[in-house]
């Protein structure tokens, strides 16, 4: 049955959710959750208990039952015991029996009902934090990281939630508890006013000692969750780049981080079992001294005539029930402790606001029913000036300036209103029209969790309808994945209308392949993240899914840096071609996709426009010496006559490989070094021929750990390619010794750009270098694949004759 469960079932119907059948447990997915409105922790406490309050007043009522039921019973108990003292077994020891059986089954009732309803109330109040958070993320979007660290959310949503709703589920217990004990204390002073007063005394003043603990311990709790929230970060952090970190061999360094983070909350955590093992044994102390002074002054009663043994039997368990409310003071205040606490981090969470737009405006966000608008966009900062229905290249020597010019484009913060589309600023139009005229997307492909279809029409998609809770318990069961739930639960049609209008955009963004791979096509199943797709994959999913939304501005930053030569240089024509009569915005120094655009707009250092014409034209004009023009073919070229930039067509002095050299193409594992070298904050790689990373072992082929977080690191994934006599196709990462000088250190910015412009001179059979290091007439090569250990990336490995 598990195997049939977890069988992916296309087009076949599912029996439909029964609404309402859970309506008394779980919040309805239509339920409105108004924005609160709590000024500080406590407050915002206090709402979550209004929104809360009809279980918790239910609970409250059946607690009071229950407890007072329980506090009577030593009263009928001693009452029994008088009368059969005094008569035998009479009439009066069978009414009281009968009626203590009576208070039983009330008893039995009303605790049923307890259990049920404050059941209720802890799962509404979880849901309420856990969509408070939802909305608040998706509100605010990167905004929020900002201010507040992943783990920390994910702390909010995995272990607050679950405090505040343990809070609240305690607090009707601690309602019954304390009219019970008042019950308790007027029967007691009915029957003895002093052992009514030791009673109405002692247990305050217990109560009292026991709050003495609990702040250090609130103090010492928040102290420690904190820590928790950082080593939180770390794992989501490690958890979602470990394919990257396999590749490099990092896994070891991130252990030891891990390790090393996780000690500190271990001795915060011992410190806080310190004060709440004084807490505990202090809860069982003093209601244990409190008992013996009172039986024992009973007692002397007693002995003294002046109680009866029923009346003894009585206080005796008057008293042992008393230490009952005490413990539920004291885990009730422990509740309310680590709820403040998670009351403390949700209200720091609320008050991130978006910086573009506002809450409220993004709740009912709908590009779709957005009006587009378009027009030139013209950024007054930069002086850049977008013609509509052209595309348009934005370069620079730093990468960040021109995306961070794009992203003022998209209006994704107020604070910088330079914008301007059409002549209206960006600002001050509605954000649903704005994402309805421009659309961005960034560098990193983002992906959820779905079919390749929801993943591409992201504004067309149908939101998937609310699921019967068997359903997911039986997906959940026979999951072999996280996708294969979400197939299990939904009816996934193999073709839908509307498909050809997706293919077109596959076929644009060259992502067949994508497609392909998939077992049922565009109703297949893409894991969280897209992790079951390659870095390149991901990317034109991405990239197809940013054409399907037609916007009449479209923005991309970097959308083929992960694509080898061969498909940037198709994907550059074809979103040229399909994007022919609108706005096309694109941040990329590649020389295949500016050779696509209309104009290349080059940036100085300060993100203004320095140069505006073609590609051809620039390159051109650097022919000739212009210092503009050589500025950009440093960043785009990378010219072979600059000494001082590593080339992968050369070998260095003393080799023996003379005119023939290989390149390792990895595009994705070069943009994982790129990061790696900025982690380290390196700069600069040296001696570059031949790039391999080697996953799982994290060792070079020279033997060089890269395991070292170092900033030779970067460097250790260098070797050379096996000399003459090493046939070209073996795909081998064997390594030898370098002599001689060789080429000066470069960023590495500079080597993939070379990369580039080697693969499409040697694509075509033009010039390369030969042995002197000067360019010479380069015959056909003859390029031969092969898989690169440890990942999903290709090696392309060329002989040139």
């Known amino acids: ?199 109405l005394i002692g247990m305050p003043l217990v109560a009292w000692i026991v709050t003495l603990v609990i702040k250090p311990l609130q103090r010492r709790q928040a102290y420690q969750r904190e820590a928790q929230s950082e080593v939180t970060t770390i794992t989501t952090d490690t958890v979602a780049g470990l394919r990257i970190l396999r590749e490099i061999g990092g896994e070891e360094v991130f252990a030891q981080r891990y390790r090393d983070a996780s000690q500190e909350p271990r001795r915060r955590g011992v410190s806080v079992a310190g004060t709440q093992s004084v807490l505990m044994s202090l809860q069982v102390l003093l209601p244990g001294l409190f008992v013996a002074l009172v039986v024992w002054v009973a007692a002397r009663m007693a002995v003294a005539c002046t109680l009866s043994a029923g009346e003894l039997v009585t206080f005796y368990g008057y008293t042992a029930y008393l230490s009952w409310p005490l413990m539920e003071f004291s885990n009730s205040v422990q509740d309310y402790t680590r709820a403040r606490v998670g009351a403390r981090k949700l209200f720091r969470l609320l008050q991130v606001r978006p910086v573009a737009g506002s809450a409220e405006e993004r709740l009912t966000l709908d590009p779709v029913h957005g009006s587009a608008r378009d027009g030139a966009l013209v950024d007054s900062a930069s002086g850049v000036r977008i013609a509509p229905g052209r595309t348009t290249a934005l370069v620079a020597s730093d990468p960040s300036v021109s995306a961070a010019l794009a992203t003022r484009l998209g209006r994704f913060d107020d604070a910088e209103p330079t914008v301007t589309l059409d002549g209206r600023p960006p600002a001050k139009m509605p954000l649903e029209d704005v994402r309805a005229s421009i659309v961005v997307s960034g560098a990193s492909a983002q992906l959820f969790t779905g079919t390749l279809r929801a993943g591409l029409d992201v504004r067309g998609a149908a939101v998937p309808g609310p699921v019967a809770v068997e359903q997911l318990v039986a997906a959940e069961s026979g999951r072999t994945n996280v996708a294969a739930v979400d197939q299990n639960v939904h009816e996934v049609a193999a073709h839908e209308a509307g498909d050809e209008r997706l293919l077109k955009a596959v076929e644009v963004a060259d992502a067949h392949d994508v497609r392909s791979s998939l077992e049922e096509g565009l109703a297949g199943m893409i894991t969280e993240k897209g992790r079951s797709l390659s870095g390149g994959q991901r990317q034109r999913v991405a990239l197809a899914r940013a054409l ?49 655009c209309n104009e290349v707009v080059l940036l100085d250092a300060s993100g203004r426009e320095h140069v505006r014409v073609t590609h051809r034209e620039l390159l051109a004009r650097a022919r000739r010496g212009e210092e503009a023009a050589l500025a950009y073919r440093a960043v785009a070229l990378a010219d072979g006559d600059d000494e001082d930039r590593p080339s992968l067509h050369r070998p260095a002095q003393g080799t023996g490989v003379g005119g023939q050299a290989r390149c390792a193409l990895l595009g994705r594992a070069v943009l994982q070094a790129q990061a790696l070298q900025r982690e380290v904050g390196s700069g600069r790689v040296g001696q570059l021929d031949e790039l391999v990373l080697v996953g799982g072992t994290g060792r070079a082929a020279g033997g060089v750990d890269l395991r070292d977080d170092q900033a030779r690191a970067v460097r250790g994934g260098v070797s050379r390619g096996r000399q003459g006599q090493a046939g070209a196709g073996q795909g081998e990462h064997a390594g030898s010794q370098r002599s001689g000088p060789g080429p000066q250190p470069a960023s590495f910015s500079a080597w993939t750009r070379r990369r580039r412009e080697h693969d499409r001179d040697s694509s075509q059979g033009r010039q390369g270098w030969d042995g002197a290091g000067r360019r010479r007439a380069r015959g056909p090569c003859t390029p031969v694949r092969t898989t690169v250990p440890g990942t999903d990336e290709r090696r392309m490995t060329r002989t040139h004759q």
């Open 1 to 199: 049955m598990a195997a049939q469960a977890g069988a992916r079932r296309i087009g076949h119907p599912r029996p439909a959710p029964q609404a309402g059948r859970h309506r008394h447990l779980l919040p309805q997915p239509g339920d409105p959750l108004p924005q609160p409105t709590a000024t500080s922790p406590g407050r915002l406490l206090g709402w979550l208990l209004r929104r809360a309050a009809t279980p918790v007043l239910l609970a409250a009522a059946a607690s009071i039952v229950a407890n007072v039921i329980q506090a009577i019973v030593p009263g009928f108990l001693g009452a029994a015991l008088d009368a059969g003292i005094e008569n035998g077994l009479s009439g009066r020891v069978w009414t009281i029996s009968l009626g203590l059986l009576a208070l039983f089954c009330v008893y039995a009732g009303a605790d049923t009902t307890l259990s049920y309803v404050r059941i209720h109330a802890w799962m509404r109040t979880t849901f309420d934090v856990s969509r408070l958070v939802g909305r608040q993320v998706t509100t605010t979007g990167r905004d929020l990281p900002r201010q507040v660290s992943t783990g920390e959310v994910a702390a909010v949503v995995a272990s607050d939630a679950q405090y505040m709703g343990n809070f609240l589920e305690r607090l009707p217990g601690l309602i019954g508890a304390a009219i019970s004990f008042l019950v308790v204390a007027v029967l007691m002073l009915r029957t003895s006013v002093q052992l009514g007063l030791i009673a």
């Open 548 to 596: 399907l939304t037609e916007a009449p501005t479209l923005v991309l930053i970097e959308p083929t840096s992960a694509l080898d030569s061969h498909t940037e240089s198709r994907v550059a024509r074809k979103v040229h071609q399909a994007r022919q009569g609108r706005t096309t915005v694109i941040v990329t120094e590649s020389p295949l996709v500016l050779e696509a």
